[in-house]
């Protein structure tokens, strides 16, 4: 299948994808609790600012502004009725930002978690799943996206729903599961199993990989595992700049660039192709990220975790993110998901 995505990755070793969406937003005012999406209609030069940001900092691949733009997470807002029409707009202002760009660009058109549990679990039935999806990605692939991304989402069937639209579509798909400080996701998948999941869909993902989770650290561990179980595949590696913290009632991100310098060189020793950044990480950390890529040595060795605890800090939990947190069992489904899939403050990739 030919996308520019597919032909970029041909031509490069690695390529840079982009920062924090939701993070940036809420330093540009967006409130706790508002869509963002909303923003795609009602302040496009604010969005347009988002990806100009991350292009001018070297991005090869911009995420739109369309996390939460499933009917199910608009119902929210009362948006329900505009999937469409936001997923388009979202699209086609990163795509008029890309096409400036002097150099490819890729539009990755975002999809995140409906905030719903499917079945066998929850009440959403897998085949409504595919058709919310759907209704999503014909708005992004209206607006200009070149592939579909599905980014946080921790259930085996809800990223299946996203691949199974995308197929049906005829579109490209890449999708990045969210492991947490247990090196499972939220529903209990290790990266073991996302990595056997992915071998078995049709047509295969472009890339696949993890997102957001914990720190930087506990995010590489969770990349070892996939390129070790999938070393022929493009990986994708996201991780929040730091490790969040609640300060004065608003979530941080400790993490420097320095910090995230060093993650990408990692995530690149892990064997990662695609590199970016998830909650917190700004233009001056993708910037620094971007000069240690370029400047990274042709050899690489696979880290081991004690090196990767050298360069980006302490895990969160012990295990070897390939089976998970050995003491550690799968935590039940729970409402609580709508926490991560819910708040734009926690979801917003
Ligand atoms: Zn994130």
Not at 165 to 182: E, I, V
Request: glycine share 12%; charged share 20%.
């Amino acid at each position: 299948m030919s996308n520019l995505l597919s032909e970029l990755l041909s031509e490069r070793r690695w390529l840079m994808a982009d920062g924090a969406t939701g993070t940036t937003l809420f330093a540009m005012g967006l409130e706790a609790g508002d869509a963002p999406e909303l923003w795609n209609i009602d302040a496009p030069e604010k969005i347009r600012a988002l990806h100009q940001g991350f292009v001018d900092a070297g991005s090869d691949i911009i995420l739109t502004n369309s996390f939460g733009g499933t009917r199910h997470r608009l119902k929210l807002h009362k948006a329900d009725n505009r999937v469409r029409e936001l997923n388009a707009a979202a699209a086609r202002i990163a795509r008029e930002v890309a096409d400036k760009a002097g150099r490819p660009v890729v539009v990755a058109g975002s999809i995140g978690p409906t905030g719903e549990l499917l079945e066998p679990v929850g009440a959403l039935s897998f085949d409504d799943a595919v058709s919310a999806f759907k209704e999503q990605a014909e708005g992004l692939l209206e607006g200009g996206a070149d592939v579909l991304w599905a980014e946080t989402i921790s259930s085996r069937e809800e990223i299946a729903a996203i691949q199974k639209a995308a197929a049906d579509l005829g579109a490209p798909f890449c999708g990045t599961l969210s492991f947490d400080s247990s090196g499972r996701t939220m529903m209990g998948l290790t990266s073991t199993d996302y990595a056997r999941q992915t071998s078995d869909m049709t047509p295969a993902p472009v890339a696949f990989g993890a997102n957001c989770g914990v720190g930087a650290s506990d995010l590489l561990r969770s990349v070892l595992g996939l390129t070790e179980k999938a070393p022929e595949a493009v990986v994708i590696a996201k991780a929040n700049a730091g490790i969040p913290k609640y300060v004065d009632g608003a979530i941080e991100y400790d993490g420097t660039p320095a910090l995230m310098g060093d993650y990408a060189v990692m995530a690149l020793r892990a064997g990662a192709r695609i590199i970016g950044g998830c909650c917190g990480t700004t233009t001056a950390h993708l910037e620094v990220m971007k000069k240690a890529l370029t400047e990274a040595p042709e050899a690489l060795s696979r880290p081991t975790l004690d090196e990767i605890e050298a360069a980006t800090g302490p895990f969160s939990s012990e295990g070897d993110g390939v089976f998970g947190h050995a003491g550690h069992a799968a935590p039940k489904a729970r409402r609580g998901g709508r926490r991560r899939a819910g708040g734009a403050s926690s979801g917003s990739a």
